[in-house]
């Protein structure tokens, strides 16, 4: 088996073609499509980072192009065939990159480590996948990855709530921008907005809440096994309670989360 040595200078090209080959391996094939990842969280030793800072935004716009154009050329393989094929497509409107120095020692000179997630939020059965380009198993921390997309994507425009937590991957912000959040392990054919990495005895759908639009009330029903609490008290499964402005959320007495509504 050939063993891929480090290179000396890393390259722009090299970094595209890392983007692209992490995109081919990380495919999710679906009942009527096939779902690729796009967010890409790119890791590069500081002397390589510092080097290309200067052309960044050129090497990502230039990455989204070749992203687009691959899966536009599998697209159009199928349409050649004139057969019913799977499309490929991804959960986004656009492709997520950037590029990160990694300052804590991770990344050796002349490696490319990329982690990369099918849609925004990361969950069980929905995961993209971590690849290097000196053959060695991925060392940044997914908790360091989440709190870097965070930090730099920043809240969107328009926040309704925010919910506080921590799970097995370590603190986590959800921002809620949509009218019904559900919550819970998830899995390989049950997604879940907002999923939490713990324990099997939170359910796959633990949770939903919903907003009303025209109050900008939230409310939350409790689809579980092991229970719902709100600030202490356990919710009848299956019942609408309204939801405080400011309220714990227990989940199975494992996981406690901290929604606060904006208005």
């Given at each position: ?148 997309r965070q930090i730099t994507r920043g809240a969107p425009a328009k926040v309704f709530a925010e919910i506080r937590y921590e799970d097995d991957s370590g ?93």
């Amino acid at each position: 088996m050939s063993i891929k040595l480090p290179q000396t200078r890393i390259s722009g090209q090299t970094i595209i073609d890392e983007l692209v080959r992490n995109m081919e391996l990380g495919r999710l094939e679906m009942a009527y499509s096939i779902l690729l990842p796009c967010i890409f969280s790119v890791y590069l030793h500081p002397d390589d980072y510092a080097r290309l800072q200067g052309v960044g935004d050129l090497i990502k716009e230039d990455s989204r192009r070749a992203l687009t154009a691959r899966m536009a050329d599998w697209n159009g393989k199928n349409s050649l065939f004139r057969r019913k094929c799977k499309q490929y497509r991804i959960a986004q409107n656009d492709w997520w990159i950037e590029l990160f120095a990694d300052a804590e020692g991770a990344v050796p000179p002349g490696d490319v480590e990329i982690h990369s997630e099918l849609n925004d939020v990361a969950q069980p059965g929905y995961r993209g996948v971590k690849t290097t380009l000196i053959e060695r198993e991925p060392s940044v921390t997914a908790a360091r990855v989440a709190r870097d997309r965070q930090i730099t994507r920043g809240a969107p425009a328009k926040v309704f709530a925010e919910i506080r937590y921590e799970d097995d991957s370590g603190r986590q912000t959800y921002f809620v921008t949509q009218g019904e959040v559900s919550i819970g392990r998830g899995g390989e054919d049950l997604w879940v907005d907002l999923p939490l990495y713990t324990s099997d005895e939170i359910s796959r759908e633990h949770a939903r809440l919903q907003r009303d639009g025209a109050t900008g009330r939230f409310t939350i029903v409790d689809r579980s096994r092991n229970g719902t609490w709100v600030n202490g008290r356990r919710l009848t499964k299956g019942a609408e309670v309204e939801l405080p402005d400011r309220a714990e959320i227990g989940i199975a007495d494992v996981v406690k989360l901290n929604f606060e509504a904006k208005r």
